[in-house]
């Protein structure tokens, strides 16, 4: 285990960086407010599936790879972008919206996909682990692997507890705006137009 210090500072960092705006904070925000908080718990646990795979990819040496290979993050970056552009497709074609209140269950299975696939096809996310997470490894502990694998699964309930509260905060915000379920063909609309943007931004870094 890391040090209480080691462990606190940790913690505040990642917090820290939880709070900055990015792809998995508007991805979560939008289907929280589309599927409701049955649905952001689901898109939680995805988020926080991708990050343990990181955290084991990282603890076997894999993250130095990606680091040092252009050719690797340039496939990472395009199929990343081509997963958020599928996504807004299926969210600008007419189909009939969960409601808040039940999120079938293989609903509730194509969110939990959806969120694992975003967030471990996203660039950004695999160089944050490959470079933050080494910075908290302390010599003379464990060995750097178990340290890491510890680090990374403290992360990742942050992690599931930071985004599920935000989609829940989405689902919120949704029954404000357009409460009744009036209004959801237009979320849907502009949750096409978010992800197909988010796309953009992914093929342009």
Known sequence: MPSSATLALFST??????????????????????????????????IGAADIVLTLLIAAGLGLFFLHSPLAQSCVRLMGAAYLFYLAWRAWTPTRLATAETVPLLAARALWGRAFLNSLLNPKAVLFFALFLPQFVEAGRAPAPAQLVVLGIWLTMLSVLFHALLGMAGSLMCRWIAPGGHGRPAIARLTAAILAMLGCICLLR
């Open 13 to 46: 960092a990642v917090l820290l960086l939880l709070l900055a705006p990015g792809p998995n904070m508007a991805f979560v925000l939008i289907h929280g407010a589309r599927y409701g908080w049955r649905g952001a718990i689901h898109i939680a646990l995805g």
